[in-house]
């Protein structure tokens, strides 16, 4: 430096130090106390502001609305059984199959219900013709009457004739006995008078017999007329007892027949088909069941203590595992079961024991689904949901 002199003087270097001419170490200075006290104030503002902004979200999106997970898929399933024992000729479905009502499900072997029905239907003839006879046998029967009518009114002349040639005989008989003390009448002549009377009088009484026994018969027959028409009396063809309970035997044996042919009650996925062709069926035995899965519904199961503004007709969202939470259902809360699932356990729990530990229970929420939403995403029974309630709906 001393050497040149017009050389500016140079500062020292503030990494060594002016005795022993060591590099120090650089060193920041310290926040101020009130750039520390700012930066705080900062945070605290900045945690509060998402407080608040959290608080109003939950307030607009999540307060009075209820979750659970402990939710499932159900349906109003319909078990298929035969009403008629046989043998099985044709199964027309398999598990998974979709069917509409009235498809044909399996057919049973008919021969049985097809001879029961012919055997019905030649009942059916004869008791028809036995009240077609019954019904001609009034009309014969009224026609013997006024028969039996005449043959009184010809038995009655026949009687009265008899008592007229009684008077007449009579009449010869004392007149010849009063000229019998004269002798102009001969014994011979009074003997024959006193037969023909004796005669004339047997003849009587027999039309007078004759007579009585025609109003018997005629009796009889009127007898006879009403026993027939007791029968038909009030009735057709169609509506006499016979003829009724062998059309309800054919009716029988009709549908009998048509049961030989299993169709589907509804329409539904097969599920559980445990029918074989070859296999003989007992009537009321299931072979497969049918689950409506356009009808399907959710059960789900809420704690006790979250049910407490919960109500029939609240909006329910629901999320299932089988799409993802992508997809989202909605439906609405339509009633609560009578209890809980505990209490409708195989083995119920004893609560009045010593060592007895409150458990929250839970309760069954049915849930209805809405169909255009179950028809584009369709569901399957038992899959697990997340269902939350809104409890501000009404």
Known sequence: MADNPGAEPTKADDSQTPETGQPTTDTKPAIPTKNRRKLFLLLVVGVIIAGVIWFIWHQITQAGRVSTDNAYVGAETAQVTPLVSGNVVKVLVSGTMTVKPNDVLVVLDDTDARLALTNAEAALAQAEQRYRQANAGVSTARSQAVARTADIAQAQAKLDSAAAEVARTLTE????????????????????????????????????????????????????????????????????????????????????????????????????????????????????????????????????NQLARVRPGQPVELKSDYYGGDIVFHGKVVGFAGGTGAAFALIPAQNATGNWIKVVQRLPVRIALDPRELQQHPLRVGLSMDATIDTRGK
Not at 190 to 199: E, F, M, Q, V
Not at 200 to 205: E, G, L, M, P
Not at 225 to 246: F, K
């Open 173 to 304: 008989l004392r007149r010849r006995q009063s000229l019998g003390g004269t002798g102009a009448v001969s014994g011979e002549e009074l003997t024959s008078a006193r037969t023909a009377h004796a005669a004339a009088v047997a003849a009587r009484d027999q039309a007078a017999a004759a007579v009585q026994t025609a109003r018997a018969t005629r009796q009889a027959s009127l007898g006879q007329v009403e026993q027939s028409a007791a029968v038909v009396q009030g009735t057709t063809l169609t509506t006499a007892p016979d003829v009724r309970a062998a059309q309800a035997q054919v009716d029988s044996a009709r549908l009998n027949l048509a049961r030989t042919v299993i169709r589907a009650p509804i329409s539904g996925v097969v599920t559980n088909r445990t029918v074989q062709v070859g296999q003989r069926v007992m009537a009321g035995t299931p072979i497969m069941t049918l689950v409506p899965i356009a009808q399907a519904y959710v059960d789900a199961n809420f704690k006790e």
